[in-house]
């Protein structure tokens, strides 16, 4: 059964084989665990090249070790890396002996990371920029990943906890010493002025989630049209591969399929859909209803017809979100598409249109210039406790009338709210989803 009291080891540097294998350990054993197989520990956080032996004293490998103490490392504990060959058997050897040690275990996805949250070695919007950068693609999402890892977010969460902290000392000040001289008569100019601008702060901080949410899961875009409009091969043309399955007969896609392009830095996953037409195949009207639903929460659809006299609006049904109108086979003869009757016109075959369509794309995705900070909420978890916060705060400046007990009161809430995000406060039953996301090792 594992336990929080374990030394726990783990390979943290990917997949094998490879020319170098990283693994790591952390916990009360690490130093004793070291000494032992390696005969001696090097200086704290410095390289030292070291013979490692197995229990029985035979030679496993040579590599490089290194010791970090408690509490200055990653997770707060005293942790070691042994940095060996990345050989399928050498590695499997070590991560053997290492598990022979009473008090020793493989460590659980996460583990790492869990011990330095819960040691106070990262907050959790820190944790979980750190799982970004692993899984980042593009340079936006690592640039956002960065940001969140290197706790530019948390203090600005902080920031705000703290002011929320003054306006409730203040007010608990007039309340319990109200007699004395040196309190205020009134906390009202002290600090509801600050909560007014408090509550905009985190208002305008909320408008930027959506931009948020695109830079880190990437800008979702729908190809939708007509049957035989030519969505799955555009598709395959932009994922350069065949994807999607593309014949002259009408409803060939039946689900939605996805490829995740690169613009500008951005992810940008296009979903090809089932064609829009009436059918009385029961499971082509199946992708029909998902092409509606994938529509609906499309940030941006492109809407494919092949016919210059396409009535776009009917086509367009019930979705009335931002969309571009795409010509397609323009390379067919006798298909002339007169000037402004779509917004791009492209042929898969000749590529003719198909940097303007990219262009046109890129418009659709949020200015994020090089140089600035990117303090953006990335999750429905941030975005569902600064909007609990901010009401708390609102109800607060509101409830004038009910005392400074109970605006006291609805601060407190508004603080809880806002430590839920990096982790403060209550957040015992959110552990186990965030961190069993991560990679083992890390």
């Not at 931009?211 to 395959?236: F, H, Q, T, W």
């Not at 900070?373 to 705060?393: C, D, F, M, Y």
């Amino acid at each position: 059964m594992s336990s929080a009291a374990d030394t726990i080891f783990a390979l943290s540097s990917g997949g094998l084989p490879s020319g170098v294998a990283v693994i790591r350990l952390s916990g009360v054993q690490s130093r004793e665990v070291i000494a032992r197989m390696c005969g001696t520990v090097p200086a704290p956080r410095h390289a030292a090249l070291r013979s490692i032996r197995g229990r029985n004293g035979d030679v496993l490998d040579e590599g490089i070790v290194l010791f970090f103490p408690g509490p200055h490392s990653f997770t707060g504990e005293d942790s070691a890396e042994l940095q060996i060959h990345g050989g399928r058997a050498t590695v499997k050897a070590v991560l053997a002996a290492l598990a022979e040690f009473e008090g020793m275990r493989a460590a659980e996805a996460g583990e790492f990371s869990r011990r330095a949250f819960l040691n106070g070695r990262m907050d959790l919007v820190e944790v979980e920029g750190l799982a970004d950068i692993i899984a980042a693609e593009t340079e936006i999402q690592r640039r956002l990943a960065a940001e969140q890892a290197s706790g530019g977010l948390s203090r600005l969460y902080d920031s705000w906890a703290k002011r929320l902290t003054h306006a409730r000392a203040m007010i608990e000040a007039e309340l319990d010493f109200a007699d004395e001289d040196d309190v205020p008569g009134s906390v009202a100019s002290q600090i509801w002025d600050d909560m007014h601008a408090l509550q905009q702060d985190i208002l305008n901080h909320l408008a930027d989630a959506r931009v948020g949410e695109i830079a880190r899961d990437g800008l979702k875009v729908v190809i939708a049209g007509p049957a035989n409009a030519g969505k799955s091969s555009l598709l395959n043309y932009l994922a350069k591969r065949d994807i999607a399955i593309v014949t002259d007969i009408p409803g060939t896609t039946r689900d939605v399929l996805h490829v995740d392009l690169d613009i500008s830095g951005f992810a940008v996953r296009l979903y090809d859909t089932a064609g829009l037409r009436e059918t009385e195949d029961i499971v082509e009207q199946e992708g029909i209803r998902r092409t509606w639903l994938s529509m609906a929460e499309a940030h941006l659809v492109l809407l494919l017809s092949d016919d210059p006299d396409t009535d776009w609006n009917a086509l367009a049904g019930s979705y009335s979100g931002p969309l571009l109108r795409v010509g397609t086979k323009a390379d067919k003869p006798n298909r002339f598409w007169p000037a402004g009757s779509a917004d791009a016109i492209v042929s898969v075959k000749s590529g003719v249109g198909i940097a303007n369509l990219l262009a046109a794309v890129g418009g659709h995705l949020p200015d994020l210039a090089p140089g600035n900070a990117l303090a953006l909420p990335t999750r429905r978890r941030h975005v569902a406790n600064l909007v609990e916060a901010k009401e708390h705060i609102a109800r607060a400046i509101a409830s004038g009338a009910a005392g400074l007990d109970i605006q006291a009161e609805n601060l407190r809430l508004a603080g809880v709210a806002l430590g839920r995000v990096t982790g403060r406060v209550d957040v015992e039953n959110l552990l186990d989803v965030i961190f069993s996301e991560f990679c083992i090792g890390k």
